[in-house]
Protein backbone atom coordinates (compact mmCIF):
# COMPACT_ATOMS: atom_id res chain seq x y z
CA UNK A 1 0.00 0.00 0.00
CA UNK A 2 2.96 2.65 1.06
CA UNK A 3 4.65 1.59 -2.40
CA UNK A 4 1.50 2.13 -4.61
CA UNK A 5 1.17 5.89 -2.88
CA UNK A 6 4.58 6.50 -3.17
CA UNK A 7 4.22 5.38 -6.85
CA UNK A 8 1.33 7.88 -7.12
CA UNK A 9 3.03 10.86 -5.55
CA UNK A 10 6.01 10.65 -8.19
CA UNK A 11 3.86 10.44 -10.88
CA UNK A 12 1.68 13.14 -9.79
CA UNK A 13 4.58 14.99 -9.72
CA UNK A 14 6.46 14.12 -12.48
CA UNK A 15 3.91 14.87 -15.14
CA UNK A 16 2.11 17.53 -13.05
CA UNK A 17 6.05 19.16 -13.64
CA UNK A 18 5.40 18.62 -17.15
CA UNK A 19 2.01 20.00 -17.22
CA UNK A 20 2.87 23.12 -15.56
CA UNK A 21 6.60 23.58 -17.85
CA UNK A 22 3.97 22.94 -20.98
CA UNK A 23 1.31 25.48 -19.69
CA UNK A 24 3.88 28.69 -18.41
CA UNK A 25 6.53 27.75 -21.01
CA UNK A 26 5.43 30.06 -24.81
CA UNK A 27 4.58 28.16 -27.45
CA UNK A 28 4.78 24.58 -25.76
CA UNK A 29 1.46 23.64 -24.38
CA UNK A 30 -0.92 26.10 -26.39
CA UNK A 31 -0.67 26.90 -30.04
CA UNK A 32 -2.18 30.01 -30.71
CA UNK A 33 -3.95 30.88 -33.78
CA UNK A 34 -5.56 34.22 -33.80
CA UNK A 35 -7.86 34.66 -30.55
CA UNK A 36 -7.93 30.40 -30.17
CA UNK A 37 -5.52 28.46 -28.71
CA UNK A 38 -5.07 24.61 -29.26
CA UNK A 39 -3.72 22.58 -26.40
CA UNK A 40 -1.29 19.95 -26.50
CA UNK A 41 -1.41 20.03 -22.42
CA UNK A 42 -3.87 17.29 -22.36
CA UNK A 43 -1.30 14.74 -23.82
CA UNK A 44 0.50 14.43 -20.44
CA UNK A 45 -2.97 14.65 -18.00
CA UNK A 46 -3.62 11.52 -20.28
CA UNK A 47 -0.25 9.75 -20.01
CA UNK A 48 0.19 10.31 -16.37
CA UNK A 49 -3.71 9.73 -15.52
CA UNK A 50 -3.80 6.34 -17.92
CA UNK A 51 -0.74 4.96 -15.57
CA UNK A 52 -1.04 6.68 -12.11
CA UNK A 53 -4.52 5.87 -11.48
CA UNK A 54 -8.11 7.60 -10.26
CA UNK A 55 -6.35 10.20 -8.03
CA UNK A 56 -3.75 10.64 -10.00
CA UNK A 57 -5.81 11.77 -13.38
CA UNK A 58 -7.98 13.99 -11.25
CA UNK A 59 -4.80 15.56 -9.59
CA UNK A 60 -3.77 16.36 -13.20
CA UNK A 61 -6.69 17.66 -14.41
CA UNK A 62 -6.73 19.94 -11.46
CA UNK A 63 -2.93 20.76 -11.75
CA UNK A 64 -4.26 21.71 -15.79
CA UNK A 65 -6.88 23.87 -14.66
CA UNK A 66 -5.10 25.76 -11.81
CA UNK A 67 -1.96 26.79 -14.52
CA UNK A 68 -4.66 27.11 -17.16
CA UNK A 69 -6.41 30.11 -14.01
CA UNK A 70 -3.05 31.28 -13.74
CA UNK A 71 -1.90 31.67 -17.05
CA UNK A 72 -4.91 33.79 -18.08
CA UNK A 73 -3.99 36.12 -15.09
CA UNK A 74 -0.67 36.55 -16.69
CA UNK A 75 -1.16 36.73 -19.81
CA UNK A 76 -5.11 38.27 -20.45
CA UNK A 77 -4.91 38.23 -24.35
CA UNK A 78 -7.74 36.56 -26.45
CA UNK A 79 -10.14 34.05 -25.16
CA UNK A 80 -7.77 33.91 -22.39
CA UNK A 81 -9.32 36.43 -20.18
CA UNK A 82 -12.67 34.55 -20.07
CA UNK A 83 -10.65 31.58 -18.00
CA UNK A 84 -10.03 33.70 -15.10
CA UNK A 85 -13.58 32.34 -13.93
CA UNK A 86 -12.28 29.18 -12.23
CA UNK A 87 -15.44 27.61 -13.48
CA UNK A 88 -14.47 28.05 -17.21
CA UNK A 89 -10.41 27.41 -16.23
CA UNK A 90 -10.16 24.40 -13.38
CA UNK A 91 -13.72 23.29 -13.29
CA UNK A 92 -13.33 21.50 -17.14
CA UNK A 93 -10.14 20.05 -16.48
CA UNK A 94 -11.33 18.33 -12.91
CA UNK A 95 -14.12 16.67 -14.47
CA UNK A 96 -11.40 15.93 -17.36
CA UNK A 97 -9.44 14.08 -15.37
CA UNK A 98 -12.19 12.37 -13.46
CA UNK A 99 -13.95 11.35 -16.92
CA UNK A 100 -10.45 10.02 -18.48
CA UNK A 101 -10.00 7.47 -15.03
CA UNK A 102 -13.46 6.26 -15.51
CA UNK A 103 -13.53 5.62 -19.36
CA UNK A 104 -10.36 3.72 -19.23
CA UNK A 105 -11.80 1.73 -16.93
CA UNK A 106 -15.12 1.20 -18.82
CA UNK A 107 -12.86 0.40 -22.55
CA UNK A 108 -10.14 -1.26 -20.55
CA UNK A 109 -13.00 -3.80 -19.92
CA UNK A 110 -14.80 -3.42 -23.14
CA UNK A 111 -11.83 -3.70 -25.52
CA UNK A 112 -9.40 -6.61 -25.74
CA UNK A 113 -7.24 -4.95 -27.88
CA UNK A 114 -5.66 -2.95 -25.26
CA UNK A 115 -3.68 -0.21 -28.09
CA UNK A 116 -7.49 0.44 -29.38
CA UNK A 117 -9.06 1.03 -25.96
CA UNK A 118 -6.17 3.27 -25.10
CA UNK A 119 -6.73 5.20 -28.10
CA UNK A 120 -10.42 5.13 -27.64
CA UNK A 121 -9.88 6.50 -24.28
CA UNK A 122 -7.80 9.24 -24.99
CA UNK A 123 -9.74 9.88 -28.14
CA UNK A 124 -13.81 10.47 -26.06
CA UNK A 125 -11.97 11.74 -23.01
CA UNK A 126 -10.45 14.92 -25.56
CA UNK A 127 -13.86 15.31 -27.21
CA UNK A 128 -15.67 15.50 -23.41
CA UNK A 129 -12.73 18.24 -22.44
CA UNK A 130 -13.74 19.84 -25.52
CA UNK A 131 -17.26 19.60 -24.30
CA UNK A 132 -17.19 20.65 -20.85
CA UNK A 133 -14.83 23.47 -21.43
CA UNK A 134 -17.18 24.94 -24.05
CA UNK A 135 -19.96 24.17 -22.22
CA UNK A 136 -18.32 26.16 -19.13
CA UNK A 137 -17.72 28.77 -21.61
CA UNK A 138 -21.32 29.07 -22.76
CA UNK A 139 -22.56 29.06 -19.08
CA UNK A 140 -20.42 31.35 -17.48
CA UNK A 141 -18.59 33.52 -19.72
CA UNK A 142 -20.43 33.88 -23.32
CA UNK A 143 -23.19 35.32 -21.75
CA UNK A 144 -21.93 38.00 -20.04
CA UNK A 145 -21.27 41.77 -21.28
CA UNK A 146 -17.51 40.89 -21.51
CA UNK A 147 -18.22 38.77 -24.21
CA UNK A 148 -20.17 41.43 -25.71
CA UNK A 149 -17.74 44.25 -25.25
CA UNK A 150 -15.10 41.39 -26.93
CA UNK A 151 -16.73 39.85 -30.03
CA UNK A 152 -19.64 42.18 -30.49
CA UNK A 153 -22.87 40.99 -32.49
CA UNK A 154 -20.92 37.59 -33.50
CA UNK A 155 -23.73 34.44 -32.56
CA UNK A 156 -22.33 32.64 -29.69
CA UNK A 157 -23.73 29.22 -30.83
CA UNK A 158 -21.60 29.76 -34.30
CA UNK A 159 -18.62 30.78 -32.39
CA UNK A 160 -18.95 27.73 -30.17
CA UNK A 161 -19.59 24.93 -33.46
CA UNK A 162 -16.01 27.08 -34.91
CA UNK A 163 -13.91 26.28 -31.52
CA UNK A 164 -15.68 22.65 -31.19
CA UNK A 165 -14.82 22.00 -35.09
CA UNK A 166 -11.32 23.34 -35.46
CA UNK A 167 -9.91 23.19 -31.68
CA UNK A 168 -11.57 19.70 -31.40
CA UNK A 169 -10.99 17.50 -33.97
CA UNK A 170 -7.10 18.84 -34.10
CA UNK A 171 -6.75 18.06 -29.90
CA UNK A 172 -8.64 14.43 -30.34
CA UNK A 173 -6.26 13.62 -33.59
CA UNK A 174 -3.39 14.43 -31.33
CA UNK A 175 -4.48 12.63 -28.47
CA UNK A 176 -5.22 9.73 -31.06
CA UNK A 177 -1.91 9.81 -32.48
CA UNK A 178 0.52 11.20 -30.25
CA UNK A 179 -0.62 10.42 -27.23
CA UNK A 180 -1.54 7.09 -27.56
CA UNK A 181 1.37 5.69 -29.22
CA UNK A 182 3.61 7.05 -26.33
CA UNK A 183 1.32 5.35 -24.21
CA UNK A 184 1.74 2.40 -25.65
CA UNK A 185 5.11 2.07 -25.23
CA UNK A 186 5.38 3.46 -21.72
CA UNK A 187 2.92 0.54 -21.15
CA UNK A 188 5.21 -2.01 -23.34
CA UNK A 189 8.35 -0.99 -21.39
CA UNK A 190 6.02 -1.42 -17.66
CA UNK A 191 5.29 -5.02 -19.00
CA UNK A 192 9.08 -5.80 -19.99
CA UNK A 193 10.44 -4.81 -16.38
CA UNK A 194 7.47 -6.66 -14.43
CA UNK A 195 8.45 -9.91 -16.62
CA UNK A 196 12.34 -9.02 -15.66
CA UNK A 197 11.46 -8.27 -12.48
CA UNK A 198 9.48 -11.91 -11.82
CA UNK A 199 12.69 -13.88 -13.78
CA UNK A 200 15.03 -12.75 -11.27
Given at each position: ?????????????????I????????????????????T?????????????G??????L?????I??????L??????????????????????????????????????????????????????????????????????????Q?????M???????????????????I?I?????I?????????Y????????
Amino acid sequence: MRDKKVLEMTTTAMFAAIVLVMTFVPFMGFIVIGPVAITIIHIPVLIGGLFGGKRVAIALGLTFGIGSLFRSLMTPDGLNIFFQNPLVSVLPRLLFGIALWYLYVLFNRLIKNKLISIAVTFGLSTVLHTVFTLTALYLFAFQSQLFQDFFGDMNVINFIWAIAGFNGIIEVLIAIFIATPIAWRIKDYNRYEEEHDETL
